[in-house]
């Protein structure tokens, strides 16, 4: 079964908009939530993460917004450029941390 | 600085044979992962080492095997490959236990089984 369940599949951008992404997950248990960002051809890469005991983080122009009780996060790309088309996957992890849960992934498309 | 290297980068394979995929890092990180990504099944954990000597399965380790040879590599075999084999497969690995250690993860080997 999909424990984090990630949309759109799929997301078209203008240049300067902001990207948004979402993420659900079940397992109340999860209790670390990273985003890692995939260009073609190349591995994931851990992009920004957040503890469910804070509602959000910054960093640059990427934001995680993070709601405990609706179990839900999402990833807001501000200013969206060109070079930020890539694949993007949500995850989640608990205790341990050695087991960690991806979302399907979004394809982004950020056009000039 | 080369990271996590995987080895081959493209391989095909005819059902039945097998093959080993290789992975090593120079970060002198604790834990090492084997993922598969298919389209619309984002990455499901094959198997895990959390530390030399040991070894777990992940979600989907049927039809696989792995060996942690030593701290720098870990290897993935198919056995017997079958078309639904057929993905990309990355290798990572990360320093520590905790929340705050991401994954590195390699560039990935793109094998067909036909």
């Known amino acids: 079964q999909q424990q984090v369940k990630q949309s759109p599949q799929s997301l078209i951008v203008q240049k300067g908009g902001i990207s948004i992404i979402n993420c659900a997950y079940e397992n109340t248990a999860f209790d670390y939530f990273p985003w890692y960002q995939q260009f073609p051809g190349k591995g994931p890469a851990l992009l920004i993460a957040i503890r469910p005991d804070v509602s959000e983080k910054k960093e640059g122009r990427f934001t995680i917004s993070f709601n405990k009780s609706a179990k839900q996060f999402s990833l807001h790309i501000m200013d969206s450029q060109p070079g930020d088309s890539a694949t993007y996957f949500c995850a989640a992890a608990s205790g341990g941390y050695q087991k960690v849960t991806f979302g399907t992934g979004t394809k982004l498309q950020v056009i000039p | 600085n080369a990271g996590v290297t995987q080895t081959p980068k493209f391989q095909v394979l005819k059902t039945g044979q097998s093959m080993t995929l290789q992975c090593a890092q120079d970060?002198?990180?604790?834990?090492m992962y084997w993922y598969r990504q298919d389209p619309g099944m984002g990455l499901r954990l094959i198997y895990y080492s959390a530390s030399e000597g040991t070894t777990d399965k992940g979600e989907v380790p049927n039809g696989y095997n792995v060996s942690r040879l030593n701290k720098r590599e870990f290897s993935l075999r198919l056995e017997s490959a079958a078309p639904s084999q057929t993905s990309v497969y990355f290798c990572?690995?990360?320093?520590?236990?905790?929340?705050?250690?991401?994954?590195?993860f390699g560039s990935g080997t793109r094998l067909t089984v036909v």
């Open positions: 990572a690995s990360r320093a520590g236990q905790g929340a705050n250690y991401g994954y590195t």
């Open positions: 970060m002198n990180h604790n834990s």
